[in-house]
């Protein structure tokens, strides 16, 4: 329940802001791989395993933030390869070497987006991870899951690119009549 809940919110933030705050994408992506990993090590007490979960989000997003293109290209990769691994367990795809292809194919697009074209691979991947935690965490299963998550994806993208549209464009320098035009 509390998982959920958790997913839930992250997977919010991650639809909306992503691309802005890529050090928090990143520490997301630390966190629910961390969290992931503690509770299949079974560690005890049970809190241990936030504490683990918060110390792999915190790293990730120290990485994030000095070496910003190697932690999003891992981050890219393992995006890319969880959300086409749910992605074909949605589609009912469950032989373990087909969601295995998945994975490493979804791993590989993920990776050469970020090292193509590295603005929308941001946009894309955190919307990808938005709608995969929302998706979990409201566990939906089949042709519904599948459309939600394509609906939140695309939502997603749609709010993260419309908010940001306008942030990167440089306004022209104002011309005063303190500051004379340069001389060609």
Same mark, same amino acid.
């Given at each position: 329940?509390? $998982?959920? &809940?958790?997913?839930?919110? =992250?997977?919010?933030?991650?639809?909306? #802001?992503?691309?802005? /705050?890529?050090?928090?994408?990143?520490?997301?992506?630390?966190? *629910?791989?961390? $969290?992931? &990993?503690? #509770?299949?090590?079974? !560690?005890?007490?049970?809190? !241990?395993? @936030?504490?683990?979960?918060? %110390?792999? %989000?915190? /790293?990730?997003?120290?990485?994030?933030?000095?070496?910003?293109?190697?932690?999003?290209? !891992?981050?890219?990769?393992?995006?890319?390869? @969880?959300?086409?691994?749910?992605?074909?367990? &949605? !589609?009912?795809?469950?032989?373990?070497?087909?969601?295995?292809?998945?994975?490493?194919?979804?791993? *590989?697009? %993920? =990776?050469?987006?970020?090292?193509?074209?590295?603005?929308?691979?941001?946009?894309?991947?955190?919307?990808?991870?938005?709608?995969?935690?929302? #998706?979990?965490?409201?566990?939906?299963?089949?042709?519904?899951? #599948?459309?939600?998550?394509?609906?939140?994806?695309?939502?997603? $993208? *749609? *709010?993260?690119? %419309?908010?940001?549209?306008?942030?990167? +464009? +440089? +306004?022209?320098?104002?011309?005063?009549?303190?500051?004379?035009?340069?001389?060609?």
């Amino acid at each position: 329940m509390v $998982m959920n &809940l958790i997913n839930l919110v =992250l997977g919010i933030i991650l639809l909306t #802001t992503g691309k802005k /705050l890529y050090w928090l994408f990143v520490g997301v992506i630390g966190f *629910i791989l961390g $969290m992931g &990993l503690a #509770t299949q090590l079974v !560690l005890n007490p049970p809190w !241990l395993v @936030y504490v683990v979960a918060l %110390g792999a %989000g915190i /790293l990730g997003a120290i990485l994030a933030h000095f070496l910003q293109h190697l932690a999003l290209s !891992l981050v890219g990769f393992l995006v890319g390869a @969880y959300g086409a691994f749910l992605l074909a367990g &949605l !589609l009912g795809i469950t032989a373990v070497p087909s969601t295995w292809m998945a994975f490493i194919i979804g791993g *590989i697009v %993920g =990776l050469l987006l970020v090292s193509s074209a590295f603005d929308w691979s941001l946009y894309i991947l955190s919307s990808w991870a938005g709608a995969t935690l929302v #998706t979990q965490a409201i566990d939906l299963q089949g042709t519904v899951g #599948t459309v939600v998550f394509f609906a939140l994806f695309v939502l997603g $993208m *749609i *709010i993260q690119v %419309g908010l940001f549209r306008n942030q990167n +464009k +440089k +306004k022209p320098a104002e011309i005063t009549p303190e500051t004379p035009p340069a001389k060609k």
